[in-house]
DNA sequence: ACTTTACTTTCGAAAGC
DNA sequence: GCTTTAAAAAGTAAAGT
């Protein structure tokens, strides 16, 4: 059993949805003072959102991206609340959104620090390469997610597209760490 | 010697066309980046074994004997950075990097971990230091990553930083600029590695 | 020297070059 | 591969006071 209850925290989540319709962007764009398109730059337009402070894109197909949200619930009704706001805005949305999570990042505190090095050396589908970047970038085969590690004891895990995808992750890292010796407690 | 060229080089196949023209970039970067035969021989190898499983397809080639010379280089422990490289090549720093990585990915190769003391040779013999600065720079570092000071930084800023520290103890005169140029990182990073090594070695 | 801003790495979707 | 969005980790860098 781990020694230490990691503390983890959802930082944003990553969600795709689709309203099963073609969107004018421009109409958008006339009606919607606040967002950026710019069609030669890229074709999505972006569409904030103070509360939950996310961004989304929408694209001509009626496909969205909404990102910034901190849980899979919160993403959920900022699709919600962009499609609301498109109708209140004159904009005809037949549909209610079908919203699918793409992805979870999420930082985690272990409570101890890590041989970085050593782990370096002994975790499989690892990569430490502190010219680039300070910390270890390890790939899970399962749930497949890749998770950051610094020598604080600090973790970054993204790739994970279910909440206990990120719990099952981290607890398995602080397993294999705890078991090959790598954690230091004081 | 380039055996692993050699014995298709009579072949004109398509494979071996961009294996030789691969290796016209790679003899210029010998004697520009100083390298053994036995690096441009792991250059191949690992070039060799891209080829063969396809990763060269749709990707520069320079981008990728870069990598693969570059993890030649951490391979056999060879002290050049990614900056020495991209820069011999003229390709981006970020480029010879994300091919590096794929490169590991993709052919599973585990690379030994970055000794900053493997940098202080270069820096002390640009900088102009001393052999006994040099030493001590060298117990520094050993005393640094023993306690894992070292750990997530700059192995160069490290090195430079042990140097500087060994410069200050030793009564050497020499400036953080003169080290950092040397080095190639900021004075800044030195600076903050300095602080830093003092502290954990409590001096 | 200090602060602020910004860039490095990881991830995924969107449409199109 | 790139373009755009957001977010964290810790290190490095550059610019402004």
Redesign the pocket.
């Known amino acids: 059993m781990p020694q230490t209850k990691p503390i983890v925290s959802i ?2 989540v ?1 969600a ?1 949805a689709s309203v099963d319709q073609k969107m004018d962007l421009n109409e958008i764009t006339r009606n919607f003072p606040d967002v ?1 398109y710019h069609p030669d ?4 337009l ?1 569409f904030r959102l103070k509360s939950p ?1 996310t ?1 989304t ?1 929408i ?3 009626g ?1 969205m ?1 909404c ?2 949200a901190k849980s899979e619930e919160m993403a959920r009704s900022a699709v919600k609340s962009v499609v609301q706001k498109l109708r209140k805005g004159g904009i005809k949305v037949k549909k209610d959104a079908v919203v699918d999570i ?2 979870i ?1 999420a ?1 985690i505190n272990l409570g101890g620090k890590i041989h970085l090095e050593q782990a370096a050396r002994t975790l499989p589908r690892s990569m430490y390469e502190p010219e ?4 270890l ?1 390890h790939r899970m085969l399962d749930p497949k997610t ?1 998770i ?1 590690l ?1 020598s ?1 004891g ?1 973790l ?1 895990c ?2 994970a597209k279910k909440e206990p995808d990120v719990y099952r992750s981290v607890n398995n890292l602080h397993s294999l760490l705890e078991e090959k010796n790598l954690m230091i407690y004081d | 010697r380039l055996r692993t060229w050699d014995s298709r080089s009579q072949v004109h196949e398509p494979v071996d066309r961009n294996f030789r023209q691969a290796f016209s970039e790679l003899d210029r970067l010998k004697d520009k980046l100083a390298l053994s035969d036995a690096v441009i021989e792991k250059t191949a190898y690992i070039y060799r074994k891209a080829l063969d499983k396809g990763l060269v397809r749709g990707r520069s080639i320079p981008g990728l004997v870069a990598a693969a010379l570059y993890a030649a280089c951490r391979n056999t422990e060879t002290p050049r950075t990614l900056t020495d490289v991209a820069n011999g090549i003229n390709i981006k720093r ?1 480029d010879v ?2 091919c590096y ?1 794929l490169l590991l990915r993709e052919l599973d190769l585990k690379m030994p971990v970055v000794d900053p003391i493997k940098g202080v040779a270069r820096i002390a013999s640009i900088a102009d230091l001393s052999e006994k600065t040099k030493r001590k720079a060298l117990e520094f570092l050993k005393e640094a990553s023993r306690i894992e000071v070292s750990a ?3 192995p160069m ?1 490290l090195a430079a930083a042990a140097l500087y520290l060994a410069c200050v103890m030793l009564g050497e005169n020499k400036t953080q600029k003169d080290i950092a140029q040397a080095a190639g ?2 004075e ?2 030195i ?3 300095y602080k830093g090594l003092k502290e954990a070695l409590k001096l």
């Open positions: 930082e944003n990553v795709s950026e730059q890229f074709p999505g972006v402070k961004a894109l694209f001509t197909s496909k991206v990102t910034g793409q992805n990042v930082s680039q970047f300070p910390g970038i890749v950051l610094f604080s600090k970054v993204t790739g | 970020k990097a994300r990585r997530g930084k700059d800023g990182v900021t800044v990073t600076r903050n590695r």
